[in-house]
Structure formats: structure tokens, C-alpha cells
């Protein structure tokens, strides 16, 4: 609390990690210095709302409704709302965003939710349990499957982290990593690096390339190895290099409470 | 000009859209169809096809009103709404019965309408390489290129009998212009054999051909316009009212309760005659908290020859 | 706001057309951008391989200048105004060398730049069935549909080094709204590495934003904004001047006259420091009979959400 | 000239068929009763232009530049013409425009001009003689051969009629025939009926159905069939129904030079 003293902006919040605003806080940091991010439906909206006003003010936010370069003047309450589209740079029509845009190699981070991310960084948004009667009807693919392919890299965020959500292999590989398309011989790769990061309530995993597996990389306050390990389905590789996740500012949880999300729609 | 082509909601469903018919309902967050879904279940459709790319709760209202035979799309929730539970329960607990789905990512969604309106027998992407979805969905195939260049997923077109889609205004003769969101609509409405659009008004043609840029489906390719204000609530019209974000929010809890979402269409679209009334009944108060102020485009110059 | 992108055009050219450089051209009747192939002549490019669908009085000039070493096209006319003999003098009587042509019809072209932006490996279209067309060009290729209709042709992508293109607006950031014909801009923009855009006119991000639905290109796609008044000039700018019909009949009989070309390239091109400088030598009258008539398009609202 | 005296509109003219204003007129009375016209370079676009005038006034003109609906308050000087966009209908992307317009078979005629047309309706717009230095570089395909390939049918309007322009078979198939595009065994069929009507100065040829060949139809006044036959470079078939030319109004004359081509851009 030091730093504190010195600078009030910078008092730190003690905030759960497991909560919301401390996911999005983390995903906020993670998103500085990327410039062009397709967010996806949920917490990725309000992670890149609260990048846009405090690590990346110049950051250009891509939704898979059409718009490019958002400027909303109030919080988007899903990736259609009509905020995001008022004062937009573009909207361009869909074949345009996916096609050129997205599959044309212009988007640094695909920022995603998912129920599942397995060991190599396969993710599952579409069943759990088996396909045909699952147990759970999951969203399905939306624009997953295809902001892989060809975002640069993929941010995943996790509301939970146990070995349902963080499974060795995943139930239904909705949207592959690289490493599961290398393995279908013949096909034309799509560029895509796949998940490089996936912050969850425990800590941030990351994979250090291509065709490598997620490893434990920053644990947030209050969290031991073991208990990350333990609520993983694989067997976790920590790196040497872990870090503790710094506590998100007071002032960005000021952000996000009284200017983001006013209406608590993500705060939940 | 040509013949107008404006009519009423039951006649253009009426006469347009059949049992058993495939039926695209398309609007991308923006400028969902719901008066004209609405219309199908009072006129008691049965066994439709229905494309979406994101099903919305417009799905799980046509599900629970018993119109729906097949389910093609892309995306099995509501935006930031949640779960659709009639969905949920067709596919989780087969009840009342199992819910075919033929299901892709958004932009293999696209490409099939793509496809369908260019009338190509396929089209390529480079999603899918890896995924489960092509072993979920055998219509998703693949093509080695000519080039060298491995093999691509391509996916097949898809070919409405009939396109519904709502709009911010068209001319009598079928012109349509929209603005903001405009999702996979002039695809899946060149792809459809009959295209039925409603609009929030019906405009002089001198207003389309001020702005020939804004025309985003020519009148060749639409059969019906039909003015309904308000066509797109619960979802939104950009510049003319706001999405009702609360009604989403109260979707949820209706929908998880299988006979509370029957009670809601047998009030709410049985029991009204149509969407004014329907509108009638959210209320005035309701509705004047949708409105947005104005934020005008700007004009530009289309210019005209000196004689 | 990200950094302005505004230079001038030696800087553009300079920067971004390199000798031996694959580049677009495009504008398809309207909107050619005169101006910065004028520069790329004064900068003595060459080797160039010259994309454009309809190579036009422009791609005569580039040759005669001898920047081209190839040229990847549509249709080798000029429209109303007949042949363009640079052109046909090359080709007929390979005067003074053959050119390298690789041809294609217009939407084969299109496609390319499609499947270019979409960085696709091939790009399928229902045309070339029974033509001599792919036997005359290799790279049109065929492939077999995997769901059972047979095989169709298919173009490669095509990915210029850099695209040049004129339009009527931008914003300093680079997001370029135009309006009229657009061609295939959209298209070869996204699909380049580099992309050069001359405007009649930098205006504030707010006109932009006012009106996202009339942005084709966003500033991503963008590295280098030019102001460049009049800059497609002998053709139009939908609304801000009309073609200079009478400059492409003139042209015809110079065109057919190789030494005329020449010196009209000498004076008109090299004699001239600047497109600036080229509209003063063509004059105040003559450009004051292709103004046109406001002719507005009328404003359509985007609403803004009441707090 | 009886009728003129009844109904001076109907005057008759006295134009050489050989004429620019004599092929147009002819080809605006084709025109009659079509719904959707895509207009080629050149003659075709004056051709259309009589025809909403006269035969016509509900057609809807589609141009490649992509204009559809056009309502020009000038004759087109070209098919890019700023004239056609103010005041169009709508003015579409060359996307859906050659995908969705005319490939989608919205298209119930494609009228174009020609170098070459021959025996079974192929067109050659590339080259005469040898591919490789030919004697004369044409135009080459522009939209042409993506037009035959969906248009419902094609009209053909050429401004000589000689073995030359009407070989046994053209130097270069640029836009093929059904009957071509048949032989190509195992291709996807496109839809279009191919060329359907050939107007010429001598008078008009017809394509009975999708894989005939063309016969003579029609011949202008003070042409007798052993000149067409004698000037065509096939054994040509005659039609027994074989009618003689309606000589054009001198209204419609009137309208083509003191209305529409006041420039004689077309008119030479």
C-alpha cells in the first residue's frame, strides 16, 4: 500500500479474484499494447471497454456484427448493440468482417469466453457431455471457430477454473488449436497461433508457442500452485518465470462499477 | 415505376410462407423479424425449417408455438441475454421431442447463404481445420485447391424458400435500405425464392434514389413490404428505438419455465391481433423509454449533369 | 484517434511503389486514380505488374511511359471511347516489345481480389464453362463440387504489393468513404500489403462517424491518405465532378500516334510538377464545365441512447 | 404509309438497316416485354435507353458498374456514367452485383455487342487471328463471358454482317454457347440459354432453342435472303415463318437524335 501513498490512482482493491471485476481487470492489462481486438459476447465486452479507457486507449475495437472502430458512448450490452454502432469508423457488412477483416489477417487478439479449454488449447463452447443428448446445450460456435483460424492470437477468459472447465481434452473441439489442425494432414493451415492466454479465477495460463501446451504463468493473490494444479485436468506445468498477478486498482473497479456497467449486467 | 408491392403481414405470410417450408428469419442482433414471426405462430405454421445464425429468443418463441421442424444455424443463445431453454430442453432432455439442428460457426452460416445467392455449389473458408464441427455436420466438406495449397471446408448453399427480414424503410416497389447492423440480410434475401421484408416505414421512391448507396436489396429480388413500426421489438431499429434490454432479461426466467413460455404466446401473440396491438399492450410507457435522440448521418452529393 | 496517415503523393509513391511491384489499380469508371499513376510515371517506376480490370486511358499512358512490365486485366478498351493503342500496339505488333497480359473476364478478375482480401486459395465462380478463356490462362483452373454438381472454374487469389485508389473522402486516421460506383476497391485494398488512397478531401472524424455505414474501407486497411483534389481526373468523382468525355475522344487519335503519346506524356506528365500543376495547364474553364449540381442524398438518423 | 396517316407517331422512316438508329430501333422493339436488361458497352446502352421511351418504360436497366434500376436524365455515355448513378434505384457492390444479381439468374437479358458471333452463339470480344499475336487485340471479356454464362438469354447487336463477323466458328470463344459449354463433360452447367437473337444491319438471326444454331428470322427492308445467306459463313438455315423488318418510326429517329444522342456519341 506504499505505492498507494504516492499516487492515489494507483490504491489497490482487494477484491476476490474469483469475481468478475478482477477477470476483467487482468484481461484489461493483458489487451495493452494490442491494437486491433475482435471481442467476443460477455466479459470480453466490458474487458475491452475498460482496456479501451485505462491500458489501451487506442485500441481498436472489432465486433463480428459488422463495426470497426467503436466508439460507444455507454456500455455495450452484447456485440450488436446499437452504442457500438453510433459513431463507429465502419460498419461493414458481414462478408466484409469475416471475410476480409478476420480471415484477411487484421486481427491481433480473438478475445473469447468458452466453457472448456483443454490442454493444447482446444476449445469447447457447444456441448457438454455427449453430442447427440448432451447434458448441456452450450452456445455452439457463433464466430469462435472461425476467429481462431485467423485471429493472431486467442484470449480466452474462464468464470471457473476446475478440471470441468480446464479438462485435458475437451468435450467437443468447437474452435481448434493449431495443434489439433496440424494433425489433419493436407489441409491449408489457417494462420492462426490459436490461445496464447487464458485468465481464469486462479491464475493466468498461457502457451509458449504454436504448437505448445498451456502452462501455469501468474497466480493471482491468495492462490498456491497447488491449489491451481489440482483444479486443472492435466498435469500443469508451472513456469519458472510465475508471477502473482498484480491487484486490479481501485480506480479501475471505480471504472467499472460507476462508469462501465452501470447496470450490473456483467457484474454479477 | 413498377406495381407496389406493399401489403399486409397476413397476407405476405399467407400467401409466402407455407408448412413445411425453409424459412430464413435473418438480423443480426439488429432488425430481428419478431412481427413477422409472430404472425407465423398465429397463423399456426407447422414443420418450418428455420435459418438463423443466431437463433435469439424469436427461436425459442417459434419453438414453443410448435412451428419449428428443423433448426439450422450458428449460435444457441441470446447474446448477453443467456440460455434459450426451449432450445435447451428440445436438445438436452428431448422434450417434447429431439430438435434437429444443422449447425456451423457464423461465418460457415454466411458462406452457405453466400453461396446460395451467388448459386455456387459450394464455398470455401478456412475455419474448420481441426474442429469437431465437420464429424457433427457432414455438409461440411472439404476441396483440395488447384493450386497446391492443400485442401479447404467448404460449405454447401443454402436456398430459402423464403427470406423474412425487417428494415428502417423501403420504397413501394420494394427498394430496401437500411442502416447500422446488416447482418446476413441481402444474402439470405438474393438466396430465397420469395423474400418478405417489414419495415418501420414505406418512403417515396424519391427518398431511396437520393441515396442509391443506401439500397441494400433491390426491389427485384423482394416480393412483400410491409410497413410495421415497431417490426423488430424486442430487438432494435438503429435510429428509430432501442433494443428493450429489460424484456431480454426478463426472457430468461420465462423461458426456463416450459409452461410459462406457452402462456406467453398464447397472451402475447395468440392474444393479440396483430403487432400494433401487441405493441399496444407493452405500453406507451415502455415503448417512449426505447426512444433514442437523433443523431443525424450527415448528407453527401450525388451530383447531377448541367445541361 | 491513431496517428495521422496524411502525406503527399511523391512521399506515397515513393514510399510504397517500388520498381518490379505488383499493383492495383482500380476504380472501375469512376474514381481511377489518375493522379497517382501520373506520379508514379514522373517517378520513372519500372516493371510494374499492372492490375486493373478495365485498364482504361490510364494503363495506356503507364506503358507508353514504360513502367509496365505486365498487365493483369479485363478488358483492354476504354469504355465509350474505343481501343487504346498503346495497348494493341504492343500486343499486335509487339512495338516496340510483346507485353506480358494475364486476362481474365471482369467477375474472374473480381474474384481474384475477393479471394485475395479473404486469403483464400481459390475463389469459385459459374463462368468459363466452354470458353477458350482458361486454355488462354492457365491459372483459371477447375475444381469438382463435393456434394455432387460437378466441377467449376476457380481463380487464384490475387494479392497486389500495393493498391492505389482514389476516393471522395477520408479522415486523417485513414477510414475512406465513397459513394457511386465502387468497383472492386474494397476488395483490392484488403487484399494488398500496402494501400495508397488519393481523396478529393481529408474531413474531421466526426463527418466519418457520423455515417459508418458509408465507410468501405476502415483506416486499417490503410497506410497512406493523399488530399488530391481533382485527382481522378479525365474520369469522375460521383457528386464533386463529372468525366472529361471530351479528353477520352481526344485521346483516341493520339493513342493511335506513337510519338504523340510520348510527347503527350513529356508535357502533360514530366512537364508537369505536380496533378495540382497538370489542372492548371488543363484550365479553369474546362474544369469549370465538369462541375455538377448538388444533388443531396438526403440524412438518415443513427439514434444516440438517452442516458 | 397508310397507317402514318391515321397516326402520324407512326410515320414511317427511310433509314438504311446498315444505320446505328436503325439497329437500335430494332433492338428496342426486342426489348419490349423484358423485365431485366444488363446493358453492354456501347450500342446496347443506346439501345435501352429507346427502349424505356418507347417499347419499354417499366424496364429495369442493370449495368456491370453496378447500377441497378437506373434512371438517367442523360443518355449514358458509357456504362459508368455518373448519369446512371444519381437518381438509380440502388447502386450495388460489384460483388452482388456479378454474384447475386446476374449469377444469382436475376438477369432476363444480357445484351451485348461483338466482334464474331458464331453458327451455335458462341462470341468472340478477344481476338482476330492468332491468340498470340493476334491481328486485332479486342476487347476481351470485360463482363461478357460471366454474363452468358447466367443471363437468361443474350441478345447480340453487330454493326456488320459479313463471313467475318458471322464465321462457321469464331477465331477465339470468349463467351461460349450452351452447345460449347455442354462438350466440357463434367462441368457444373450454368443456366444461361446463351445467345438468342443476333440483330445485324442485314436483319435478325434467332437460336431456336439452347443447343440449336442460329437461322434467319427477320430481314430488313431491301434485303433479300441470298444477300444474308451469301454474307454469313455457314450454310445458314432460313425460318419458314420469316418475316420482313418493321421499318422504324420516325418518332423513334427523332428520339434517338434530338433527345437521347444529342452528342452522336453512338450515332455515327
Known amino acids: 500500500m506504499t505505492l498507494a501513498a504516492d499516487n492515489p490512482a494507483e490504491e489497490l482493491s482487494d477484491l476476490p479474484p474469483s469475481s468478475t471485476e478482477f477477470l476483467a481487470t487482468v484481461a484489461a492489462r493483458e489487451l495493452a499494447g494490442r491494437r486491433r481486438i475482435f471481442a467476443g459476447v460477455g466479459l470480453p465486452t466490458l474487458a475491452v471497454d475498460l482496456a479501451k479507457r485505462t491500458t489501451n486507449p487506442n485500441v481498436e475495437l472489432v465486433y463480428e456484427s459488422g463495426v470497426v472502430g467503436a466508439h460507444p458512448e455507454a456500455m455495450a450490452e452484447g456485440i450488436a448493440d446499437s452504442v457500438l454502432v453510433s459513431g463507429a469508423e465502419a460498419m461493414l457488412g458481414m462478408d466484409a468482417l469475416f471475410g476480409y477483416v478476420l480471415q484477411g489477417g487484421n486481427v491481433d487478439v480473438g478475445f473469447l469466453g468458452a466453457a472448456q479449454v483443454d490442454r493444447v488449447g482446444n476449445i469447447n463452447t457447444s456441448f457438454i457431455g455427449d453430442w447427440h443428448q448432451p447434458t448441456v446445450r452450450l452456445p455452439g460456435s457463433g464466430g469462435a471457430c472461425d476467429i481462431i483460424a485467423s485471429a493472431h492470437e486467442i484470449f480466452v477468459v474462464l468464470r471457473r477454473h476446475d478440471p470441468g472447465a480446464l479438462p485435458e481434452q475437451v468435450d467437443f473441439v468447437t474452435s481448434p488449436s493449431p495443434v489439433r489442425a496440424r494433425a489433419q494432414e493436407g489441409f491449408h493451415q489457417p494462420p492462426g497461433a490459436g490461445v496464447t492466454t487464458v485468465i481464469t479465477p486462479l491464475g493466468i495460463l498461457r502457451r509458449p508457442d504454436r504448437f505448445g501446451e498451456l502452462e501455469l504463468a501468474a497466480i493471482h493473490p491468495g492462490v498456491t500452485v497447488e491449489q491451481v494444479r489440482d483444479n486443472t485436468g492435466w498435469d500443469l506445468r508451472v513456469r519458472e518465470d510465475l508471477v502473482l498477478t498484480p491487484r486490479p486498482r481501485v480506480e479501475d473497479v471505480r471504472l467499472l462499477r460507476e462508469e462501465i456497467d452501470t447496470v450490473r449486467l456483467y457484474l454479477r | 415505376m413498377n406495381a407496389s408491392k406493399v401489403t399486409t403481414l397476413p397476407e405476405a405470410i399467407g400467401t409466402h410462407v407455407h408448412d413445411g417450408a425453409t424459412v430464413a428469419l435473418e438480423g443480426f442482433g439488429h432488425l430481428i423479424p419478431f412481427a413477422a414471426a409472430h404472425e407465423i405462430i398465429r397463423q399456426g405454421r407447422r414443420n418450418l425449417t428455420v435459418c438463423r445464425m443466431t437463433p435469439d429468443l424469436l427461436t425459442d418463441q417459434l419453438l414453443a408455438a410448435e412451428c419449428v421442424g428443423k433448426l439450422v444455424a450458428s449460435f444457441f443463445a441470446s447474446g448477453s441475454a443467456g440460455s434459450l431453454y426451449e432450445i435447451r430442453r428440445r436438445v438436452e432432455q428431448h422434450d417434447p421431442e429431439p430438435l434437429e439442428v444443422e449447425e456451423y460457426s457464423h461465418y460457415g452460416m454466411y458462406c452457405r447463404y453466400e453461396a446460395g445467392a451467388k448459386r455456387l455449389p459450394f464455398y470455401p473458408l478456412l475455419s474448420y481445420v481441426g474442429s469437431d464441427l465437420p464429424e457433427l455436420n457432414p455438409r461440411i466438406r472439404a476441396v483440395e485447391s488447384p493450386y497446391g495449397e492443400g485442401k479447404v471446408y467448404v460449405v454447401p448453399p443454402l436456398n430459402p424458400d423464403v427470406t423474412v427480414i425487417h428494415a428502417q424503410r423501403a420504397d413501394e416497389s420494394g427498394n430496401v435500405q437500411m442502416w447500422g447492423i446488416t447482418g446476413a440480410q441481402q444474402q439470405a434475401a438474393y438466396a430465397a425464392s420469395r423474400v418478405i421484408v417489414t419495415v418501420e416505414e414505406v418512403v417515396a421512391p424519391e427518398v431511396i434514389r437520393a441515396d442509391p448507396n443506401r439500397t441494400l436489396i433491390p426491389a427485384h429480388a423482394v416480393d412483400a413490404i410491409v410497413p410495421v413500426p415497431g417490426g423488430a421489438h424486442p430487438s432494435y431499429a438503429q435510429g428509430c428505438y432501442d433494443r428493450d434490454s429489460a424484456f431480454y432479461r426478463e426472457w430468461t426466467p420465462i423461458s426456463k419455465d416450459k409452461e410459462a413460455v406457452r402462456a406467453w404466446i398464447k397472451e402475447w401473440i395468440h392474444g393479440t391481433v396483430d ?33
Open chain 2, 275 to 307: 403487432h400494433a396491438d401487441y405493441l399496444d399492450r407493452i405500453g406507451a410507457e415502455r415503448w417512449a423509454g426505447l426512444q433514442v435522440a437523433d443523431a443525424p448521418s450527415g448528407e453527401v452529393s450525388y451530383g447531377r449533369r448541367k445541361s
